[in-house]
Antibody
Framework: QVQLQESGPGLVKPSGTLSLTCAVS?????????WGWVRQPPGKGLEWIGQ???????NYNPSLQSRLIMSLDKSNNQFSLNLSSVTAADTAVYFC????????????WGQGILVTVSS | QSALTQPRSVSGSPGQSVTISCTGT?????????VSWYQQHPGKAPKLLIY???KRPSGVPDRFSGSKSGNTASLTISGLQPEDEADYYC???????????FGGGTKLTVL
């Protein structure tokens, strides 16, 4: 059973960088899947952020692309998200998820982490 | 504004059936058979219900079914149970630039 767990600061200052890590257990991030991020502003719907493949290639939401970097840490079986120049609009629960390459769906999710952008 | 359009809310009584629609375009829902549906209870992570338009992961009851016609996908829940009360989201592959789009979500109330 694959399990994912997000970690990182719960509070980030405006104009700062939001950095999150997703630790994967029960499976290897070197397997042939995408590893992705989805966020949910309080009381609102889901938004796809982006994905990274075991090869290191990435795809990003065009609306976030200029501020976004995703990467893999194979030695620690985890992947990460860095979103720069954050504003209050980036306040959300951030979920990491395994993104199946054959069918483009998220089959395993982390529990989510609330990140608030505020001074 | 979400890329895929879902009704804000639907409701039904226990034992009844409800259908939630998800309308996109030929660039997403209509162009690929890669629509998935997720159930989300308050404070919880989304849970995969349907993938590839019609397929159910193991462990998901067959009361949940998916379909697609043109640019609109649908999730049908039959034999409604109180625990089905949740938010439901559709998601579609959208090609090599946008990649993924979600619907705005539908709140299901079991009366």
């Amino acid at each position: 059973q694959v399990q994912l767990q997000e970690s990182g600061p719960g509070l980030v200052k405006p104009s700062g960088t939001l950095s999150l890590t997703c630790a994967v257990s029960g499976g290897s991030i070197s397997s042939a899947h995408w590893w992705g991020w989805v966020r949910q502003p309080p009381g609102k719907g889901l938004e796809w952020i982006g994905q990274t493949f075991h090869s290191g290639s990435t795809n990003y939401n065009p609306s976030l692309q200029s501020r976004l970097i995703m990467s893999l840490d194979k030695s620690n079986n985890q992947f990460s998200l860095n979103l720069s120049s954050v504003t209050a609009a980036d306040t959300a629960v951030y979920f990491c998820a395994r993104d199946r390459i054959e069918g483009y769906y998220f089959d395993y999710w982390g529990q989510g982490i609330l990140v608030t952008v505020s001074s | 504004q979400s890329a895929l359009t879902q009704p804000r809310s639907v409701s039904g009584s226990p034992g009844q059936s409800v259908t939630i629609s998800c309308t996109g375009t030929s660039s997403d829902v209509g162009g690929y058979n890669y629509v998935s549906w997720y159930q989300q209870h308050p404070g919880k992570a989304p849970k995969l219900l349907i993938y590839d338009v019609t397929k159910r992961p193991s462990g998901v009851p067959d009361r949940f079914s998916g379909s697609k016609s043109g640019n609109t996908a649908s999730l049908t829940i039959s034999g409604l149970q109180p625990e089905d009360e949740a938010d439901y989201y559709c998601c579609s592959y959208a090609g090599g630039y946008t990649f993924r789009v979600f619907g705005g979500g539908t709140k299901l109330t079991v009366l």
